[in-house]
């Protein structure tokens, strides 16, 4: 039976009670998905505000349900600069969105060497205007950017260049962690393109693609043990 990296995610890290963050990143997701097919992201940011977050409020705790109108004109501003940012990008059609996969991987455990299928979805292609190179975007609207260690430790980004290496027939050119709240592990905030263009500049943190042999071990290491522990029940 082939394991799904979206179950995984789902029962590891997504709580009873909705909490506020998730909300918000998945309506932020779904307005950039929007805009970068032809949509009005805010018009769509405002629909699914009402659906994710509004229908809930009733669920949340008073300290979330405080923070709720705050959160609605910070997600306003990430996505009315990240269009300001990326117009050309997308009027140029050379960003695809929600870039589905389905891929198979092998990890080598202690107990043997296994495989299973991995499902997921890249946020952002961006292409080169030969469409020869390629790059990964993943947006992220958590509090703050990883810190070394934990990108050492990371493999949604390896499993990613694996996937999208399958699909197109060569690597990435590279991969971006692209932070839409503008704020690094230490909390300074940085713009790709001018940051005095910008009041909340986004923080972009560039991600050098691995080898094969690099993935690899990242899978063993990191991503085989996290699901054998989701196979047994914890």
Known sequence: AGCSAQAWFK?????????????????VHTALESYTNGGDPIAVFNQEWEIEVLSVVAEMSPKDQAKIKSAYTESLTMIEEFRLENADLVESGRAQSEVEFSVIITMNTEQGSFKRRVFGKIDWVVWSEDRKKYEIHDFKTSAQAPNDDELDRD???????????????????????????????SGKAWSKSNPKTLEHPQFVLKIEPKSPEAIQQL??????????KWESGF
């Open 11 to 27: 029962k590891r890290h997504v709580p009873t009670k909705p909490a506020l963050s998730l909300l918000r990143g998945s309506a």
């Open 155 to 185: 493999t949604q980004f390896a499993i990613y260049q694996y996937a999208a290496t399958e699909m197109f027939g060569f690597p990435p050119r590279t991969l971006y962690w692209y932070h839409l709240k503008g704020k690094n592990i």
């Open 219 to 228: 899978i063993d290491t990191y991503y085989a043990p996290a699901i054998i």
